[in-house]
């Protein structure tokens, strides 16, 4: 396999097209390695990293794995970070696994001496990174510990509305159905979603200032350094591709509750999420999640997927557990 690097943010941007296209026919397929992820977040939090993107291709010059890398010091890691990137991982098709991993790692010995650690965070548990890399690592003697680090709830959808409440419990169902018709009560509720790119960038600071609002660690979120032009920048990327939604709930003239949602080949991700702590009592943050997962489903979409964290309402809705891992290796 020959290597290309990609150490800037325009020669990131220029494979753009190419990238998304390996990766919608990978098994790693996921909205966190698109192009236009790693581009937003390498453009507001790059700060004192070096990028090093190794692309792996045959002699055709087609890709045949990427590893999405930056650089600090003497560590090697992941292009993410905790704060935002709910999953990480390689990309490679099924059949060249193997041989990914090992071109990786000579790859990685060989040019990248002065490396102590490489830190791998937020790997899902179905990726073969967790299987393939401590099995060569351990053949060729390097030192690696892999631990579990999180969780990240899911739900399989089922293909009607009323299939999806009988497969609730029943204590979580009558929970559901008593909430639902708390808010209900109300005169004057609506929701508006937003798709349209200009839409997005006019809403996106009724979004920012209600989480704000919400809580000091979220208040605190929005201070960290590139946060706002992050969603910023991954709104207007994702909106030209139509994979982003803004969900918003209305009483009235004010919005009470808001979802930040990705929309991805089958799969919903329910990235971000606030909702007015004066109307807390109606649970309007609850309504609407119930009304994106009756549209999921009514758009045929496969899963749900809460992301990071486990807070109570996700498995109240019925989410399942799913842990999250994280690898360390050292190539000395």
């Not at 190419?18 to 700060?47: D, M, R, V």
């Not at 004057?188 to 989480?211: N, P």
């Not at 109606?282 to 999921?296: E, I, M, V």
Request: charged share 30%; proline share 3%; aromatic share 16%.
């Amino acid at each position: 396999m020959k290597v290309e690097r990609i150490t800037t943010l325009e020669n990131l941007d220029n494979i753009g097209e190419k990238w998304n296209k390996f990766l919608f026919s990978s098994p790693q397929n996921c909205i966190f390695l698109t192009n236009e992820w790693f581009y937003s977040w390498w453009k507001c939090f790059s700060e004192d990293n070096s990028l090093e993107i190794l692309i792996f291709k045959d002699e055709d010059e087609n890709i045949l794995g990427i590893a999405p890398f930056m650089s600090k010091e003497r560590k090697l890691q992941f292009l993410a970070s905790h704060e935002v990137s709910d999953y990480c991982d390689f990309i490679t098709p099924e059949e060249r696994i193997n041989e990914f991993y090992e071109n990786l790692l000579e790859y990685l010995k060989i040019n990248y001496s002065g490396i102590d650690k490489i830190k791998l965070i937020n790997i899902k548990y179905s990726s073969p990174t967790l299987k393939v890399l401590p099995e060569l690592g351990s053949t060729n003697k390097l030192d690696y510990k892999c631990s579990r680090t999180g969780v990240a709830p899911f739900l399989v959808l089922p293909s009607s509305y009323r299939d999806y409440l009988a497969r609730l419990d029943k204590k979580n169902r009558h929970e559901l159905r008593r909430k639902l018709k708390r808010i209900e009560s109300l005169k004057g509720v609506k929701i508006l979603k937003i798709t349209d790119t200009e839409e997005l960038q006019t809403y996106t600071d009724d979004f920012i200032s209600l989480h704000k609002k919400s809580s000091p660690s979220k208040a605190e979120f929005w201070r960290k350094k590139g946060m706002t032009d992050f969603f910023r920048e991954l709104i207007y990327r994702f909106s030209q591709k139509r994979w982003i939604e803004l969900n918003f709930l209305f009483y009235r003239d004010k919005i009470i509750a808001a979802l930040l949602n990705f929309s991805f080949f089958d799969q919903i991700y329910f990235y971000n999420s606030t909702y007015d702590k004066e109307y807390a009592w109606y649970s309007p943050g609850l309504f609407l999640f119930n009304h994106c997962l009756k549209q999921a489903i009514h758009e045929g979409k496969r899963e749900a997927d809460f992301l990071r964290g486990e807070e109570k309402y996700k498995y109240n809705l019925g989410a399942k557990e799913s842990s999250l891992f994280q690898i360390i290796l050292s190539l000395k």
